[in-house]
């Protein structure tokens, strides 16, 4: 499956995006989805992941309560709806599917296909 990521910008703290990634493809609603993202000099890092159905979901700490992960997969599409953003929320944002269903990984390397990441920049 190839991913796309978009919907990337800049951001006044407090501010609100929608990031989106488009996936090809008969298969999407097979794979788990998640978004990871890495800030200059650190690894990257788990945001959220989707189960297949898009009925269970799970969040990093530090988006918990601001950030929604949704999908569509009519659409081929997951989503993330970050609101109240910080400064600290500013990296390149990737998507990325897991062939293996019944996981919800949180580590990176587990996941089987990356979309090309979208920058997301918080800043007055």
């Known amino acids: 499956v190839q991913l796309q990521a978009s919907g990337g910008g800049l951001v006044q703290p407090g501010g609100s995006l929608r990031l989106s990634c488009a996936a090809s493809?008969?298969?999407?609603?097979?794979?788990?989805m998640g978004w990871f993202r890495q800030a200059p000099g650190k690894e990257r890092e788990f945001v959220a992941v989707?189960?297949?159905?898009?009925?269970?979901?799970a969040y990093a700490d530090s988006v918990k309560g601001r950030f929604t992960i949704s999908r569509d997969n009519a659409k081929n599409t997951v989503y993330l709806q970050m609101n109240s953003l910080k400064p600290e929320d500013t990296a390149v944002y990737y998507c990325?599917?897991?062939?293996?269903?019944?996981?919800?990984?949180?580590?990176?390397?587990?996941?089987?296909?990356w979309g090309q990441g979208t920058q997301v920049t918080v800043s007055s």
């Open positions: 493809g008969r298969t999407f609603s097979t794979y788990v």
């Open positions: 989707i189960s297949v159905g898009g009925g269970s979901t």
């Open positions: 990325a599917a897991d062939a293996r269903p019944l996981y919800y990984s949180t580590k990176p390397y587990e996941y089987d296909y």
